[in-house]
């Protein structure tokens, strides 16, 4: 049976951000609080944002750490109790928008927030989550169509919350925000959004019309990715690579692949503080390089969608785009050290997204393909 659900309304273009106080009155939210981090605020994003409001909010919490954690969720759960909130806007990269999430659940269900981890807590996670408006300023996770939202508990696991209610009610997609975005973050965001793309396009789950959004996404990324990373004031190519991030969140319910079942533990390392999509970037060729003879016909498409040659190396495709756009070679660059590899592959294992790689996967699969990402072996 195959489940396809598009919910979120979306207005996407240069300005979008000027619609919030009209999105804010149309859902009644009276009393909001921004979630954002420092790095919006030192941009000058949260301050224009706030003064596009008729009045200053009741909470603002911009101490959204790089990986959002529990202990963040709680304290910024508190400030919207404390302010009497009842809705939330989120600002910024996936991050606050997966922390904003956890808060619309803590505020309105009982905790721990452990309680409602994984797929199987799924029916505890009800319509009284506070409503939430993303207005995305990267252009890569798709967290602001996604039903999911990644947070790392106390005990160190870094886990899903998902519910449809966790969706945000409205997401104010304006690619002008991104203008200016350092090349290191549009390149790791970017390819964040062309790894959504292609391990939903990849994974065996039936959802043709999330297999036609994710083809499109990856193409749009492919194309303009550099452009963006060289010229960040373009605004063509930061429109497109919003819309290729918006495109790999709104396949994603397909379910990714192995790719990101090693790079959520991977964003678990309290050191080195990891970036998501930059670790994505790293590890795509290798798993692609794993997953060749299982995908049928996919590479074929997917080549075609790139506009690549059908003899065309697609591990190599994207190797060689990674070093175009400055992305690190391996796991060793980043500074992940060799220690953490057996509690990488376990949480790798345990990972949602590893039921939907099209390669099934076992523990010593996933140690290859971690001391392949790492930088051990020369790539074949
Ligand atoms: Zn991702």
């Not at 979630?35 to 959204?64: C, N, Q, Y």
């Not at 963006?228 to 994603?252: I, K, S």
């Not at 790689?357 to 051990?376: I, K, Q, V, W």
Request: hydrophobic share 45%; net charge negative.
């Amino acid at each position: 049976m195959a489940t396809i659900q598009y919910l979120t309304h979306i207005d996407f273009d240069g300005g979008a951000v000027d619609l919030l106080p009209d999105a804010i009155q149309a859902l009644g939210i009276q009393r909001p609080m921004l979630v954002t981090d420092r790095g919006i605020e030192a941009a000058g994003i949260l301050g224009r944002i706030l003064a596009l409001l008729p009045s200053p909010p009741p909470a603002v919490f911009a101490d959204t750490p790089p990986n959002p954690t529990e202990a963040a969720a709680e304290a910024a759960t508190a400030q919207y109790l404390a302010g009497r909130c009842d809705g939330l806007v989120a600002i910024g990269g996936g991050s606050p928008i997966d922390l904003a999430k956890a808060v619309a659940l803590l505020a309105t269900h009982e905790g721990p927030l452990s309680r409602y981890a994984g797929m199987a807590a799924l029916p505890l996670i009800g319509p009284q989550a506070a409503p939430l408006i993303a207005v995305p300023t990267t252009a890569g996770t798709g967290s602001e169509v996604g039903r999911g939202a990644l947070i790392c508990l106390r005990d160190g696991r870094k886990l899903v919350f998902v519910s449809p209610h966790l969706l945000p009610k409205r997401a104010l997609c304006d690619p002008d925000l991104t203008l200016g975005m350092p090349p290191g973050l549009t390149a790791g965001t970017g390819m964040d959004a062309f790894t959504h793309c292609v391990e939903t396009f990849l994974s065996p789950r039936i959802n043709p019309p999330a297999e036609a959004i994710a083809l499109d996404g990856a193409a749009r990324a492919w194309r303009w990715i550099e452009r963006a990373v060289t010229h960040p004031q373009d605004r063509q190519a930061r429109w497109e690579m919003m819309m290729a991030g918006l495109q790999g969140g709104l396949a994603f319910q397909k379910g990714l692949g192995a790719v990101h079942a090693l790079s959520h533990p991977l964003g678990a390392l309290t050191e080195p503080s990891l970036h998501h999509g930059t670790v994505n970037a790293v590890i795509l060729p290798v798993v692609l390089r794993f997953n060749a003879e299982h995908v049928g016909s996919k590479y074929a498409r997917l080549r075609q969608a790139l506009e690549l040659d059908q003899d065309a190396d697609l591990a190599a495709e994207v190797g060689a785009l990674n070093a175009r756009i400055g992305i690190p070679a391996d796991l060793r660059a980043l500074g992940v050290p060799m220690s953490v590899a057996d509690v990488i592959v376990a949480g790798a294992m345990a990972d949602h997204s590893t039921p939907t790689n099209p390669r099934p996967l076992t523990s010593g699969d996933f140690s290859r393909l971690f001391m392949e990402a790492f930088g051990s072996e020369a790539p074949g």
